[in-house]
């Protein structure tokens, strides 16, 4: 089965820092993506990245990139110099794999909670 | 700007009343999808329209159900809402099925309180 693991509940980080947040995965699909969604305390999702398993490059969105392994089945979010207004909860998402479904039917991790501090 | 508005933003209402959440779009997307989110987990599926298909998620309580009466509207029924069904309900949208991150686009959410 799809599987996405956040293994972070929480994370720390000063103004101006970077910061990366760990996302792992596992499908049996050959062909699939990743996002990355914001989520503020007012509750609205806001997507920030995305990265299919065969783009060569990894993404970048301005201050957000994708630290992309596809060997380790990782897609790790890296967030450069840290606002105290990216302080939110973060997601990881991918769709659903074919066999079980399939299309843009997303499957979240748990999510990281991110606090940017001064 | 093309976008995806929930109505209402907060929404509370009594258990066992029926309540009936709204997500409209101007992306002229052909898949609509809800979400929902206890607190402090992450989204599950409920169910989602292509077009006028209706494709329940099996582990959906029958008590939730969806209707799509034309491509820019998608509403969500709880017919009796139980203290359980305390979430924020997210409405999103994408072009179709299959073209994998194009446009994918959530609305902000009703977060809905039983009482």
């Known amino acids: 089965a799809q599987k996405i693991t956040q293994t972070q509940p929480g994370m720390f980080v000063q103004e101006k820092e970077a910061v990366t947040l760990d996302c792992t995965y596992d499908?049996?699909?050959?062909?699939?993506?990743l996002f990355w969604y914001k989520q503020p305390s007012s509750g609205e999702m806001i997507f920030l990245i995305y990265?299919?398993?065969?783009?060569?490059q990894n993404a970048t969105e301005g201050r957000y990139s994708l630290n992309f392994q596809k060997a380790r089945k990782s897609a790790n979010l890296v967030i450069s110099a840290s606002q105290l207004g990216d302080s939110a909860m973060y997601f990881c998402a991918m769709p659903r794999p074919i066999l079980t479904g399939g299309g843009n039917k997303l499957t979240f991790g748990t999510g990281t909670q991110l606090k940017v501090e001064l | 700007d093309a976008m995806v508005i929930q109505n209402p933003r907060y929404q509370v209402t009594q258990f066992g009343k029926p309540v009936t959440l709204s997500c409209s779009q101007t992306?002229?997307?052909?898949?609509m999808y809800w979400y929902q989110q206890k607190s402090s987990q992450a989204p599950k599926l409920l169910f989602h329209?292509?077009?006028?298909?209706?494709?329940n998620e099996a582990d959906t309580p029958d008590n939730f159900q969806s209707r799509r009466p034309n491509t820019s509207f998608c509403f969500l029924d709880i017919r009796s809402p139980g203290l359980g069904d305390t979430a924020m309900y997210l409405c999103?949208?994408?072009?179709?099925?299959?073209?994998?991150?194009?446009?994918?686009?959530f609305g902000s959410g009703t977060r809905l309180t039983v009482v």
């Open positions: 992306l002229n997307h052909n898949v």
């Open positions: 990265q299919g398993s065969y783009d060569e």
């Open positions: 999103a949208t994408s072009r179709d099925l299959w073209t994998l991150g194009y446009g994918y686009t």
């Open positions: 329209y292509y077009d006028k298909d209706f494709n």
């Open positions: 499908t049996s699909d050959q062909s699939y993506g």
